[in-house]
């Protein structure tokens, strides 16, 4: 097993640059699993669906040395021999797990497709549209809607703007975090100039995409491209359950902090706090309700008020209190 230390970077792993004899693709669909079989033929079925061609586009399954199905015999039987399949020798973690990934893709566009995520047709034609009319950019992104284990639509995030390069972008998204991993595509000389992902196994995609805009254009379209899962037993839900969420939002703002100019921090990290300490109430409903412990609860709505204590914050937890007491 990889100590916690390898297992957790302190500093942005090294992405290397690729030998110019490497045949380089468009795309590089890269995805990253890890116990998570049962949505695994949907992300792919998902991908498959908008194949642009092995000339035009990588497909790539990263197994994280998964326990609950045999990985390669599935993706065998859905791929046919078309998407690529590397399984880690033990398992790595999430953060090595990404950093893999993004060093074994050859296309000079990386996208990072979770097992348990799926897209929507349309979304690799209308991605590779935006790099071609903002040449620019390094990184673009869709709006997504977020899903239920059984693949229903539970939730949709207000639009980031119109179509295009965003503007003000790395103040409004140090601020707050509208992007999944589903709906981001990054150029990977982008992630061999900044590195991969490192820190924390939660909020860590957030600092990498502000890390992101403080050095590159980024494009967006409102249009719905892609679906988030929101499942138990994922990393999300685990740090839940266990109140790490709020000690790993903490290094994520600090380390946020350092991409912004001295003279915004205290108000944009006061903004930030307030998203966050919204986000841990809306979080704690969702744990509540799956596992019906008070006191979890209450540990965690004392966290919220600890990340920000904004009148509106107080709102949210009333709100919390009501629904809990009329439904349960």
Same mark, same amino acid.
């Given at each position: 097993?990889?100590?916690?230390?390898?297992?957790?970077?302190?500093?942005?792993? %090294?992405?290397?640059?690729?030998?110019?004899?490497?045949?380089?693709? +468009?795309?590089?669909?890269?995805?990253?699993?890890? =116990?998570?079989?049962?949505?695994?033929?949907?992300?792919?079925?998902? +991908?498959?669906?908008?194949?642009?061609?092995?000339?035009?586009?990588?497909?790539?399954?990263?197994?994280?040395?998964?326990?609950?199905?045999?990985?390669?015999?599935?993706?065998?039987? %859905?791929?046919?021999?078309?998407?690529?399949?590397?399984?880690?020798?033990?398992?790595?973690?999430?953060?090595?797990?990404?950093?893999?990934?993004? =060093?074994?893709?050859?296309?000079?566009?990386?996208?990072?497709?979770?097992?348990?995520?799926? %897209?929507?047709?349309?979304?690799?034609?209308?991605?590779?549209?935006?790099?071609?009319?903002?040449?620019?950019?390094?990184?673009?992104?869709?709006?997504?809607?977020?899903?239920?284990?059984?693949?229903?639509?539970?939730?949709?995030?207000?639009?980031?703007?119109?179509?295009?390069?965003?503007? =003000?972008?790395?103040?409004?998204?140090?601020?707050?975090?509208?992007?999944?991993?589903?709906?981001?595509?990054?150029?990977?000389?982008?992630?061999?100039?900044?590195?991969?992902?490192?820190?924390?196994?939660?909020?860590?995609?957030?600092?990498?995409?502000?890390?992101?805009?403080?050095?590159?254009? +980024?494009?967006?379209?409102?249009?719905?491209?892609?679906?988030?899962?929101?499942?138990?037993?994922?990393?999300?839900?685990?740090?839940?359950? =266990?109140?790490?969420?709020?000690?790993?939002?903490?290094?994520?703002?600090?380390?946020?902090?350092?991409?912004?100019?001295?003279?915004?921090?205290?108000?944009? %990290?006061?903004?930030?706090?307030?998203?966050?300490?919204?986000?841990? +109430?809306?979080?704690?409903?969702?744990?509540?309700?799956?596992?019906?412990?008070?006191?979890?609860?209450?540990?965690?709505?004392?966290?919220?008020?600890?990340?920000?204590?904004?009148?509106?914050?107080?709102?949210?937890?009333?709100?919390?209190?009501?629904?809990?007491?009329?439904?349960?």
């Amino acid at each position: 097993m990889s100590t916690l230390a390898s297992r957790f970077p302190t500093t942005a792993p %090294i992405i290397a640059a690729l030998p110019d004899s490497v045949t380089r693709p +468009v795309w590089s669909v890269m995805i990253p699993v890890y =116990n998570c079989a049962v949505y695994l033929e949907d992300a792919l079925q998902s +991908v498959l669906q908008q194949d642009l061609g092995e000339e035009a586009m990588q497909i790539q399954v990263v197994d994280d040395a998964s326990t609950d199905l045999d990985v390669q015999a599935l993706v065998e039987r %859905i791929g046919g021999g078309r998407v690529e399949y590397f399984r880690q020798p033990e398992n790595v973690g999430s953060l090595r797990n990404f950093e893999t990934c993004i =060093n074994r893709a050859r296309g000079h566009i990386v996208h990072l497709l979770h097992g348990d995520d799926r %897209i929507v047709p349309g979304f690799y034609t209308k991605m590779e549209a935006l790099y071609q009319r903002y040449p620019e950019i390094g990184a673009a992104f869709s709006r997504y809607v977020s899903i239920s284990e059984e693949g229903n639509k539970i939730g949709l995030p207000a639009a980031v703007d119109e179509e295009g390069v965003l503007s =003000n972008w790395l103040e409004r998204i140090a601020q707050h975090q509208p992007i999944q991993y589903a709906c981001m595509t990054v150029r990977r000389e982008v992630y061999e100039r900044l590195g991969s992902f490192y820190g924390t196994s939660y909020g860590e995609d957030w600092e990498m995409w502000v890390r992101i805009a403080r050095y590159y254009p +980024v494009a967006y379209t409102p249009e719905v491209l892609a679906n988030y899962r929101i499942r138990t037993h994922s990393i999300t839900w685990e740090k839940s359950r =266990n109140s790490q969420i709020v000690p790993d939002l903490l290094n994520v703002l600090g380390r946020i902090q350092s991409h912004l100019p001295n003279k915004d921090r205290k108000k944009i %990290i006061d903004s930030s706090k307030k998203y966050c300490a919204h986000m841990m +109430v809306y979080n704690t409903y969702r744990v509540f309700k799956e596992l019906k412990d008070a006191r979890l609860a209450h540990t965690q709505i004392k966290q919220a008020l600890n990340l920000s204590n904004h009148y509106s914050i107080y709102f949210s937890i009333a709100k919390f209190y009501l629904k809990c007491a009329v439904e349960y």
